[in-house]
């Protein structure tokens, strides 16, 4: 199985920042897409950002301008530089990874297969 681990959130005051990092480990054979989602209490989860392997990223507009994602293929990392941080941030933030694994299925030779997986999640909390 493959496992995501985060680290990084806490409570922190408006104008502050914060850097999350979710390191994925396991049975990879690669990873594609990795993103990070958020979610409020009584609200949908959102995606924050995604980047792809290659490094191209894609941001929601809440979150253009403040944060930044980055990714270390070497170490199956990614990180989330947070900035200028209010209490709309507040939130569960999630870390997502779609794994490329090599694996048999139904007593088939291996071959490559693609899973999603979710870190548990990290709180977020933005307040004075």
């Known amino acids: 199985q493959v496992q995501l681990v985060e680290s990084g959130g806490g409570l922190v005051q408006p104008g502050g920042s914060l850097r999350l990092s979710c390191a994925a480990s396991g049975d990879i054979f690669s990873i594609k897409t990795m993103a990070w989602y958020r979610q409020s209490p009584g609200k949908q989860r959102e995606l924050v950002v995604d980047i792809t392997y290659d490094g191209t990223a894609k941001y929601a507009d809440s979150s253009k301008g403040r944060f930044t994602i980055s990714r270390d293929n070497a170490k199956n990392t990614v990180y989330l530089q947070m900035h200028s941080l209010t209490p709309e941030d507040t939130a569960v933030y999630y870390c997502?990874?779609?794994?490329?694994?090599?694996?048999?299925?139904?007593?088939?030779?291996?071959?490559?297969?693609?899973?999603?997986?979710w870190g548990q999640g990290t709180q977020v909390s933005v307040s004075s």
């Open positions: 997502y990874a779609r794994v490329v694994r090599k694996t048999s299925r139904y007593g088939s030779p291996p071959k490559l297969y693609e899973f999603d997986y």
